[in-house]
């Protein structure tokens, strides 16, 4: 009996033992087979875990988790069978698996393969941002899913602003999903049914349809525009657009795109339309063209696109760009849509840094572009052809065309620097090399080439520096076809120029700091805070002389600027005020990290301000009497004294100006003023005026080439009442009395749709638009 009770007691505490090393741990290491018979350990920890059946069963519960790698199960129970890899959990379950989120009320899972169910689980997928709810989902291989009573949003919240709802779908991340009799829900209300539907699921780009556009002008009528997107490969894609307006029928378009880096890309785009409507006479070309010029054609077409290009050898480089169209017109009249100018401006200039020429100006630059840079050496290689759209189509033919291609151009550089092997010296050489080929239907063409070496000497010393400098611009002409323009009085016979050129810059600076007793203290209640420290006032006093002498200009071909370089005396002086602020500012600590807060000192400018004026002396010589275009004109000798200010007295208000007072005239001939006030939590303003007085001929003549201009201008964004935003742009045109552009756009901004209304309203046409995007069901 005693040897009973005793093996008893032995037993007992045996049992006891093993199960408080079990329990004492909260953890325990499961082992199952994988697809490919190979073992994967999960780490279990729990408050209480136990085992049953000799360890055939392992049972946990209160904070449940199982992990292995990165993913990982969460729950208030679990049960694993360890004959069959299956785990089974219960209460809040929480899945990360193969990157994707999971919960749900009940699940059960093979721990080696992975696969699995849930009962009213939910799958959240974070890189398309999209939920896929289902009351039983079906977790198969990989990341494969099947839904039944399927609900799917990219919306957080349980009441999504819009969703699909299907009673079943199969998906896979990275690939589709498949949606079978589904209904499109707004706030869980159906409104439209859809018999078959396939969603891309993926965090990369993906071919499919893309969100559609439409609006409605005056001139179009209603349009719509529906793209599809070809993701060619990760650094290749291309764009199929179908564009259809009520009042003037189909235009197809396509673009292409290709980015290896930022040295390597191109874009280009091209739309084309059978127009209904052309303009065959002159009483309609005042009101549907510009300038009473006629469209005769019904074929219009757009071609725009741009390159950046580089070797092996980064040094050297290749940029294109190409802009071909129809007509004159073209480019204003589909400006409202996808396939209009702004968006291929915006495009451009995002991408490469660079603009087409202006949507008004009816030459179109297409050029090529080849350049090599060594130390001190730089080369170009350029090819460019203007095309006058204005050309044909019922107007002038192309062969009065006189227009100046560049077929092509050679520029070669020799930057600024000390005289090669005379180092020691302080002379600095520069030189310019350009050779043209020029080409034209109508008008003197052929060869130029010009030369220009420029000697310098800088002086610097601690009063200021001032640097000489004297050269000469020769410039020799090869003339192929002689073909004076009806505007020129010469007849193109010179074969050559000799300009000798003078010129002497000089710069000072005279500073003051104003400084002031800090009292900001660095601790965490001041985090933020800002003190002036002291101000620093700069004054610069600036002068260029420049002068210019040798042959004159008369009976040179006419191609550009060069052929009409002249005599030159001139002195500009101009005077700039700086006003520099420092200041101090506290930055938060983290106490957890044992980072304490500091000061940090800032600089900003406060105000820069510009008096700049000239005197032409070779205007002074000039002989009143002597007529130019069959008019005498008075001498102004004195330019414009021109005034230009920056000023930022806070950091959410800035303003700038720019004025030009005449001494002959005695006011303002010239000014452009704009004030801008932002607020982060508010939004943006900004009002300004351009101002342009012509008062007579004796203005163009002394070069300002001004025309009557008085135009005000205002930009506004609300951003206080969001989700809401409102945007409006308003133009007023006094010489014209009457508004040049007003548009108003209002901006609804939700987690799971963005929706736009935006009017706009010029002399030339009106436009609607709407768009609206849902994330997830643009594919």
Not at 127 to 141: A, C, D, L, T, V
Not at 559 to 576: A, K
Not at 599 to 612: A, G, K, V
Request: net charge negative; aromatic share 14%.
């Amino acid at each position: 009996m005693l040897v009973s009770l005793r093996k008893a007691v032995v037993v007992f505490f045996v049992c006891a033992f093993t199960m408080l090393a079990v329990t004492a741990g909260e953890s325990a290491t499961l082992t199952a087979t994988n697809e490919d018979q190979e073992a994967v350990e999960w780490q279990l920890a729990a408050e209480k875990v136990s085992t049953l059946n000799d360890a055939d069963v392992i049972e946990a519960e209160g904070n449940v988790v199982l992990k292995q790698g990165n993913d990982y199960l969460k729950a208030d129970f679990a049960r694993y069978y360890a004959a069959t890899n299956w785990v089974y959990l219960s209460g809040n379950v929480e899945v990360f698996m193969n990157n994707d989120n999971l919960s749900a009320e009940t699940a059960e899972f093979d721990l080696g393969k992975k696969i699995g169910w849930m009962k009213n689980g939910k799958v959240f997928m974070a890189g398309p941002h999209m939920y896929f709810s289902g009351k039983r989902i079906q977790k198969n291989w990989g990341d494969s899913y099947t839904f039944n009573n399927a609900k799917i949003t990219v919306c957080d919240g349980d009441k999504p602003a819009w969703s699909l709802n299907t009673d079943k779908a199969t998906l896979e991340l990275e690939g589709y999903a498949i949606i079978n009799g589904a209904d499109v829900e707004i706030r869980d209300y159906p409104v439209l049914p859809l018999p078959y539907f396939i969603l891309p699921v993926k965090t990369r780009r993906e071919s499919g349809l893309l969100r559609p556009d439409f609006g409605s002008t005056d001139r179009l009528g209603f349009w719509v525009t529906q793209p599809y997107f070809w993701a060619i490969d990760q650094d290749r894609d291309m764009t199929f657009y179908a564009q259809y307006m009520s009042k003037r029928g189909f235009m197809p378009g396509v673009e292409y795109r290709s980015r290896t880096s930022s040295e390597n890309q191109l874009w280009v785009r091209a739309d084309w339309l059978n127009d209904a409507k052309t303009v065959d006479d002159t009483t309609d070309a005042s009101d549907f063209g510009y300038d009473d010029l006629l469209r005769t054609n019904a074929n219009r077409y757009w071609v725009r696109g741009m390159y950046d290009g580089e070797f092996p050898d980064p040094r050297w480089k290749f940029k294109a760009d190409i802009d071909f169209v129809s007509d004159q017109d073209m480019l204003r009249e589909f400006n409202s849509t996808t396939a209009g100018f702004d968006d291929s401006q915006d495009e451009v200039e995002n991408r490469f840094g660079r603009s087409l020429n202006d949507i008004s100006d009816p030459i179109r630059t297409s050029r090529l572009l080849l350049t090599r840079d060594w130390d001190r050496f730089g080369a170009a290689l350029l090819g460019e052809y203007n095309q006058n759209s204005a050309l044909g189509h019922g107007n002038k033919k192309h062969s009065t065309d006189t227009t100046l291609q560049r077929l092509p151009e050679f520029d070669a550089y020799l930057f600024r620097n000390r005289i090669p092997g005379l180092e020691q010296i302080p002379f600095t050489l520069t030189a310019d090399f350009q050779s043209v080929q020029f080409a034209r239907e109508e008008g003197t063409d052929g060869n130029r080439i010009d030369v220009m070496p420029m000697l310098g000497l800088p002086i610097v010393t601690s009063y200021g520096t001032i640097t000489p400098e004297v050269g000469m611009q020769q410039v020799w002409y090869n003339t192929t076809d002689r073909d004076p323009l009806t505007t020129e009085t010469g007849d193109d016979s010179r074969d050559n120029r000799t300009l000798f050129k003078f010129g002497v810059s000089g710069y000072t600076e005279l500073a003051r700091v104003y400084s002031y007793e800090p009292t900001l203290v660095a601790t965490q209640d001041n985090a933020g805070e800002t003190e002036l420290l002291g101000l620093k006032h700069a004054i610069q006093p600036r002068f260029e002389y420049r002068h210019v002498s040798g042959s004159n200009e008369s009976d040179t071909p006419n191609y550009d600027y060069v052929d009409h370089l002249g005599n030159e005396d001139e002195l500009t002086v101009s005077l700039v005020n700086i006003l520099t602020r420092k200041r101090a500012m506290v930055l938060s600590g983290d106490e957890e990290k044992g980072i304490e807060p500091s000061l940090q000192t800032l600089y900003s400018e406060l105000l820069w301000f510009r008096l700049l004026q000239s005197y032409d002396f070779e205007e002074a010589k000039r002989d009143e009497d002597t007529l130019i275009e069959d008019e005498s004109y008075e001498r102004r000798p004195w330019s414009d004294l021109e005034g230009e200010l920056r000023f930022y007295p806070w950091s959410n208000v800035w303003f700038s100006s720019r004025t030009f007072y005449s001494y002959y005239d005695n006011q303002i001939n010239r000014h452009d003023h704009t004030l801008t006030l932002a607020a982060p939590e508010y939004g943006k303003f900004s009002t300004g005026v351009d101002f342009r007085y012509n008062l007579d001929k004796n203005l163009d003549y002394a070069g300002t080439g001004l025309r009557n201009l008085n135009v005000w201008k205002n930009r506004l964004s609300v951003d206080m009442f969001r989700p809401l935003r409102l945007e409006a742009y308003y133009e007023y045109d006094f010489e014209k009395k009457e508004a040049y552009e007003q548009s108003y756009s209002l901006i609804y901004d939700h987690q799971c749709f963005r929706l736009i209304f935006k009017a706009k309203f010029t002399p030339f046409d009106d436009s609607y638009n709407v768009y609206l995007e849902l994330p997830g069901l643009t594919f």
